[in-house]
């Protein structure tokens, strides 16, 4: 491939990865703000806000490191997710470090949840992790669990949407089968 397109090619993914990553850096929703707060932060709005959205951000990495098709998409967002991080008006200079480290616990841990195999639903496992990293109660089974399973539920799918709408999707022939594919 000659150097332009190559050239062209690489900022083209870049650009699909800040689109991704802007998506990810949406501020989560206010009744999910609220619930935290009440269960876990206590009364804390901005540790719950912050929380959630390390969470939504953390799950956004782990999908593109397992869902996305070109092997450079998980870096590209990695990247991408720092150098927002870097810009988040939300995040003074003095705190940057701080944050990146929080950031990364939450990462490493949501990543550990979603790549274990246990008899509980993953969902909820993130859920008790959210609680825990918020400061809430460790090993809730009850209503709380389901409510953050059910956030959780939805911060994947809005993920694997944002990826599929940045990135594309797989697209097969009709006469193809999915299996055939690795052969």
Same mark, same amino acid.
């Given at each position: 491939?000659p !150097?332009?397109?190559?050239?062209?090619?690489?900022?083209?993914?870049?650009?699909k990865a800040?689109?991704?990553v %802007? $998506? @990810?850096m949406?501020?989560?929703?206010?009744?999910?703000?609220?619930w935290?707060?009440?269960?876990a932060? #206590?009364g804390?709005?901005?540790?719950?806000?912050?929380e959630?959205r390390?969470?939504?951000?953390?799950? &956004?990495?782990?999908?593109?490191e397992?869902?996305a098709?070109?092997?450079?998409t998980? *870096?590209?967002?990695?990247r +991408?997710? =720092?150098?927002?991080?870097?810009?988040?008006?939300?995040?003074s200079?003095d705190?940057?470090?701080?944050a990146?480290q929080q !950031?990364?616990a939450? @990462?490493?841990?949501?990543?550990?949840?979603l *790549?274990s195999r246990a008899? %509980?639903p993953?969902?909820?496992r @993130?859920a008790?992790?959210? @609680?825990a !990293?918020?400061? #809430?109660?460790? &090993?809730l089974k =009850?209503?709380?669990?389901?409510? &953050? #399973?059910?956030l959780?539920? $939805?911060?994947?799918?809005?993920?694997?949407? %944002?990826l599929?709408g *940045?990135? #594309?999707g %797989?697209?097969?022939?009709?006469?193809?089968?999915?299996s +055939?594919? &690795?052969?």
């Amino acid at each position: 491939m000659p !150097f332009l397109a190559r050239w062209r090619a690489d900022r083209d993914l870049q650009r699909k990865a800040e689109a991704y990553v %802007a $998506r @990810l850096m949406e501020d989560p929703r206010a009744e999910d703000v609220a619930w935290l707060a009440e269960v876990a932060t #206590g009364g804390d709005e901005d540790h719950a806000r912050w929380e959630l959205r390390y969470a939504r951000r953390a799950i &956004g990495q782990v999908v593109a490191e397992k869902d996305a098709l070109d092997d450079r998409t998980a *870096s590209l967002v990695a990247r +991408a997710l =720092g150098e927002a991080l870097e810009r988040d008006p939300a995040i003074s200079v003095d705190t940057l470090a701080i944050a990146q480290q929080q !950031f990364n616990a939450r @990462l490493s841990a949501y990543r550990d949840v979603l *790549s274990s195999r246990a008899s %509980a639903p993953a969902v909820n496992r @993130l859920a008790q992790m959210l @609680l825990a !990293f918020s400061g #809430g109660p460790i &090993g809730l089974k =009850g209503a709380e669990v389901q409510r &953050g #399973g059910a956030l959780f539920a $939805r911060c994947l799918a809005d993920a694997n949407e %944002a990826l599929r709408g *940045s990135f #594309g999707g %797989a697209e097969l022939p009709e006469d193809v089968k999915p299996s +055939a594919m &690795g052969r």
